[in-house]
């Protein structure tokens, strides 16, 4: 099998010749650009180039240009190869978007319309979308080669937070090649790919590797300026060559001289032969450790979690003084929300770690992807694991309450629990996190609900912590949640305090819905009676919600903590 040598860059290398950061439009505008980086990179050596559409999508350029850049850009692209035996890739880059699955059906059919067989679907952090798209051209474009290739990190993660090698092989099931390009210069690429061989050897003429040339710097308040390392890239290309694989080439940084230098060398029969050992050390701790809440959770005893919001200032006394007196009443676990209804508390990872070191509790702190991209939540995950913490609950996140500023969202809730599944298998092994998610119990239409929770069990998820429960409907729906869920759930308890108190959570707070019923029995009470109605109202609820239940997520209301002590303590007493 001839090995396919790509071109490089094509984005890069158009912006820095012209100063211009929108290169697919180039197609249409400046056609004598696009065709001259085609010639340049044909005439160092390649046998493969891609079409200049990398960016071509309703999501990217206006909708009424896609179709005419992707005609334009094939056209040029077959004047530069002319009567040469050099392939043309129709080349579709990434689609983040909700939509993303017709659109890159669109694209392929597009494409097929105007003779293209060969298509290169690249910078990808994900798959399932372009599944469609992949399995309408293998069905319907005879010998046709789809090529799959996946950016991501150093360490093998994906925007998306997903595993480098889980994508490898299911891309392989439904494309020809599949691979790795963009994010990462020479050397991680080479680290990467040859970790995945190193059990998989026999997949070499399938992988492509096109890695960026280096990492991007700063020159001038511009981004994106690569070195000038040829002769570097050149090496670390060819180290990639001689693995075996099917397909190299450049992403980002390269240009025409970096891929002309490496084909010299592969032409004058030099080979840069790789040690296939010494495999990168994972880490982890240096000793297995059974996770306190899910070993409790097994012996089936019911246990108590209970909430704490950290300081909206740097003044930690009341919820030291807090979770210290929720300890003594028997609670088995502090949960710490992260920054919830999008106000920005202390961290709650740096607040559970001081709450563990110095008061001997189990802790519980959420992680929403609102606030974090892949790297800061990794980084979280490795700092709390070393400070022994190994529970998590992650959430999407309350939205900001300004449509301008949508949070870094590089993941959803599902897509997170899947991160750290994968990070408990290759980082955390010895320590893993027990995955804790949110179940909505007061969702309107609870089988949607249901159905996205079975999901989150499927991607990782150990322990559903549930909205508070106020009617008999929601118990209904906690018992099908129970039958229906292969996890542990703890049911979700808030104690009212007030008629005022009951109207803000029924208008104010998402996925809480108290009935009228229990509304009015606040109504023109004092403080010391209202108090009383809430504790027994949310006993009584504790009491049926019991029976379908591992335990209970208790809430604080307004700060009321010997209150709610005092509800553990019936709770421990008679339910758990």
């Known amino acids: 099998m001839e090995t396919i040598f790509f071109d490089g860059a094509f984005g890069t290398y158009y912006s820095s010749l012209y100063n211009d950061q929108n290169c697919e439009k180039a197609s249409i505008e400046h056609p004598e650009r696009v065709l001259g980086i085609h010639q340049e990179y044909i005439n160092a050596g390649v046998n493969a180039i891609k079409t200049n559409t990398f960016g071509a999508n309703r999501f990217s350029e206006n909708p009424s240009d896609v179709d005419k850049i992707i005609e334009a850009s094939f056209s040029i692209a077959q004047k530069a190869v002319g009567e040469r035996n050099i392939r043309i890739f129709a080349?579709?880059?990434?689609?983040?978007?909700?939509?993303?699955?017709?659109?890159?059906?669109?694209?392929?059919?597009?494409?097929?319309?105007?003779?293209?067989?060969?298509?290169?679907?690249?910078?990808?952090?994900?798959?399932?979308?372009?599944?469609?798209?992949?399995?309408?051209?293998?069905?319907?474009?005879?010998?046709?080669?789809?090529?799959?290739?996946?950016?991501?990190?150093?360490?093998?993660?994906?925007?998306?937070?997903?595993?480098?090698?889980?994508?490898?092989?299911?891309?392989?099931?439904?494309?020809?090649?599949?691979?790795l390009n963009c994010l990462c210069g020479p050397y991680h690429t080479f680290q990467l790919i040859k970790e995945f061989l190193h059990k998989n050897s026999y997949l070499a003429q399938r992988l492509i590797a096109m890695p960026n040339s280096s990492y991007p710097s700063y020159q001038n308040g511009r981004l994106f300026?690569?070195?000038?390392?040829?002769?570097?890239?050149?090496?670390?290309?060819?180290?990639?060559?001689?693995?075996?694989?099917?397909?190299?080439?450049?992403?980002?940084?390269?240009?025409?001289?970096?891929?002309?230098?490496?084909?010299?060398?592969?032409?004058?029969?030099?080979?840069?032969?790789?040690?296939?050992?010494?495999?990168?050390?994972?880490?982890?701790?240096?000793?297995?450790?059974?996770?306190?809440?899910?070993?409790?959770?097994?012996?089936?005893?019911?246990i108590i979690a209970c909430e704490l919001d950290s300081p909206l200032d740097a003044n930690i006394d009341f919820m030291l003084t807090s979770?210290?007196?929720?300890?003594?009443?028997?609670?088995?676990?502090?949960?710490?929300?992260?920054?919830?209804?999008?106000?920005?508390?202390?961290?709650?990872?740096?607040?559970?770690?001081?709450?563990?070191?110095?008061?001997?509790?189990?802790?519980?702190?959420?992680?929403?992807?609102?606030?974090?991209?892949?790297?800061?939540?990794?980084?979280?995950?490795?700092?709390?694991?070393?400070?022994?913490?190994?529970?998590?609950?992650?959430?999407?996140?309350?939205?900001?309450?300004?449509?301008?500023?949508?949070?870094?969202?590089?993941?959803?809730?599902?897509?997170?629990?899947?991160?750290?599944?994968?990070?408990?298998?290759?980082?955390?092994?010895?320590?893993?996190?027990?995955?804790?998610?949110?179940?909505?119990?007061?969702?309107?239409?609870?089988?949607?609900?249901l159905s996205r929770a079975k999901r989150k069990t499927e991607n990782g998820l150990k322990v559903f912590l549930t909205q508070p429960i106020y009617s008999p409907e929601g118990i209904e729906k906690l018992k099908k949640a129970k039958e229906n869920l292969d996890a542990y759930i703890l049911a979700g308890i808030m104690p009212i305090v007030s008629y005022k108190n009951a109207m803000f959570l029924n208008n104010e707070v998402y996925g809480i819905d108290i009935p009228k019923k229990i509304t009015d029995e606040f109504k023109d009470k004092n403080k010391e009676e209202a108090v009383e109605i809430g504790s027994n109202i949310a006993f009584d609820t504790a009491e049926e919600a019991s029976p379908y239940c591992n335990g209970f997520y208790i809430m604080i209301p307004l700060k009321k903590i010997n209150m709610i002590c005092e509800l553990i303590k019936k709770i421990k007493n008679n339910l758990a």
């Not at 509790?361 to 990794?378: F, M, Q, T, Y």
């Open 323 to 449: 979770a210290d007196n929720l300890k003594d009443a028997g609670v088995d676990i502090i949960t710490i929300a992260d920054s919830p209804l999008a106000r920005a508390h202390a961290d709650s990872f740096i607040i559970a770690a001081k709450l563990k070191r110095e008061l001997n509790i189990e802790v519980l702190p959420h992680l929403s992807c609102r606030d974090r991209n892949h790297i800061g939540i990794k980084a979280t995950l490795l700092g709390a694991n070393i400070e022994n913490i190994n529970n998590v609950l992650a959430v999407t996140g309350d939205p900001i309450n300004d449509s301008k500023k949508k949070g870094a969202f590089d993941f959803n809730s599902f897509t997170l629990i899947e991160y750290i599944k994968k990070l408990n298998e290759q980082v955390f092994s010895n320590n893993p996190f027990a995955i804790c998610g949110a179940l909505n119990i007061n969702s309107p239409n609870f089988d949607v609900e």
């Open 225 to 302: 300026v690569y070195r000038d390392n040829k002769e570097y890239f050149a090496e670390r290309l060819l180290e990639l060559y001689s693995l075996g694989l099917g397909a190299v080439g450049g992403c980002c940084g390269s240009t025409p001289d970096h891929i002309k230098l490496f084909i010299d060398k592969v032409q004058k029969g030099e080979r840069n032969y790789p040690v296939m050992d010494n495999q990168p050390v994972r880490l982890s701790n240096t000793k297995n450790i059974s996770n306190p809440l899910l070993s409790v959770l097994k012996t089936g005893k019911k």
């Open 91 to 179: 080349d579709i880059g990434y689609i983040n978007d909700e939509d993303s699955e017709e659109e890159y059906l669109r694209i392929a059919r597009k494409f097929s319309e105007i003779g293209a067989k060969d298509f290169l679907f690249e910078t990808l952090a994900e798959i399932k979308p372009l599944l469609k798209a992949v399995n309408w051209v293998k069905e319907n474009i005879q010998d046709s080669t789809v090529i799959i290739s996946f950016a991501c990190d150093q360490n093998g993660y994906t925007r998306k937070g997903l595993y480098y090698q889980d994508l490898i092989k299911k891309a392989l099931e439904v494309g020809d090649y599949t691979g």
